[in-house]
């Protein structure tokens, strides 16, 4: 039986940067990986994601082209094309991942990992491998809702990147990350879109004026948007569906894409075994040290259901393996959380929503703007942008950026920088403005639209 210091199982963002860096701190290091390395970022989330959302965005491109003078008539869009592409790209990093584990010296072990003991490793031809500390960085998988009749007939985020046709209309279930996401992808390439979301707004947590400056553009790209509602069933009628929704409303439909979040995925890993401490959402219970309740056996990423962000599992896999091999006890912090929902317009948000922000600071001052980005004015375009700003008006300091619009997502990286430097209102307004862009209007904010004074 080999023996190894550390055993990491799961091979995606988190496990692939602590057994590298464990591995350059002197550690012998085994990885499994049961499926693909990269894991969910690199095989079937983020990568291959933001280069569908790429493809779909040249629609936009082309219709706002039209008003700088430009002609894209003949403009025809290949999905199998784009597949073949993407799926080369996704094996590309595949290997370089792959490459940089071994030139680290970490051993890749494929197969499913169990624990026998708090020690032992099973892999699925049986052989064993024990290792003096273990990492479960075995990340999420999709709920599945088998509550109504035929939901056995729904797709999820796994198998979206499988589809080797586009389907023609897709009805969506849920109002998320991924389901808005994956509503803009194939409603730009054109699909017909509805998603049936079961409360009364998207994006659960987010600040109320994104939610809303949002539905107004998801509308706007007509993207048919069933709020309050739920799917009842779906019959097959031999290869597409009819989708019967609670308020009696039917929707044909060639899919329908399950996007109602994901769940930690612990399964068939043994933990029974070892008496590890899950909590009521199924999450493996971990310390600030990334260490579970058995000594020795530590978690990361999504498995541990604290943000669950690729920046986050690959910050907690380097800060573990600091911590038990670089002799530098590191925690990750877990707020002031930069994130981009990559929508078409894109949302980008840092720091505390209006709501969360009052229950701290009852003197709020709140600025806001929702302006035509200069390039509507030739393009014709209705889509707007959506700036907010939160200031504590007894320290000034900035609490939280939120946006809606062309490249948010890139802005909310630097805006990300700013509160972690604690910014305070005084120094937006001491940075000179660059003209002409839609991010000046971070610096040029005057008077608050809302004073609260709790
Ligand atoms: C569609 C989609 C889009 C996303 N887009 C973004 C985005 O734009 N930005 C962002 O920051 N985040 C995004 N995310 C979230 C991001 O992908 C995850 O937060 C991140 O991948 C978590 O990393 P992880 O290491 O915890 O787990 P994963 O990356 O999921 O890796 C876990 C690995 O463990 C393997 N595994 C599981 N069990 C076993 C076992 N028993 N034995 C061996 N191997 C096992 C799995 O095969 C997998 O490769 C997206 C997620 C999805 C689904
Ligand atoms: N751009 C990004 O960074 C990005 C992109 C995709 C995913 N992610 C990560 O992956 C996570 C999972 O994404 P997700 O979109 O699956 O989950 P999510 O938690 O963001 O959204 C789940 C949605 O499903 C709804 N829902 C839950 N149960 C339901 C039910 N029984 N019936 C109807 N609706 C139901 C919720 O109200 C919510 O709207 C995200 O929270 C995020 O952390 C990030």
Redesign the pocket.
Known sequence: MKNFDLIVIGGGSGGVRAARIAANHGASVALIEEYRLGGTCVIR??VP?KLMVYASRFAHDFEEAKGYGWDFDNARFDWSTLKLKRDQEVARLEAIYRKNLLAAGVVIYEGHASFVDSKTIQLSDKEMLTGNTILIATGGV??Q?DSYEGAQYTIDSNEFFDLEKQPKKVVI???????L?FACIFRLLGSEVDVV???EN?L?GFDKDIQSQLTKELLMSGINLHFSN?IKAIKNEGGSFTVALNDGALLDSDCVLR????VPNTTALGLEKIGIALNNQGAIVVNPFSETTVTGIYAVGDVTNRV??TPMAIREGHAFADTVFGKTPRVVAHDLVP????TTPEVGVVGLTEEQALKQFPKLDVYSTVFRPMKATLSGSDSKVLFKLLVDRVTDRVLGFHSIGHDTGEMIQLLGVALQMKATKKDLDATLAVHPTAAEEWVTFRAPTTQHNL
Do not use: D, M, Q, W
């Open positions: 989330g983020c994601k999709p709920v809702n279930h849920g109002a998320g990350y991924i389901a996401e979301i079961r409360g998207i659960r739920n996007a109602i979040g994901r669950n962000l994130t981009a929902v990559f």
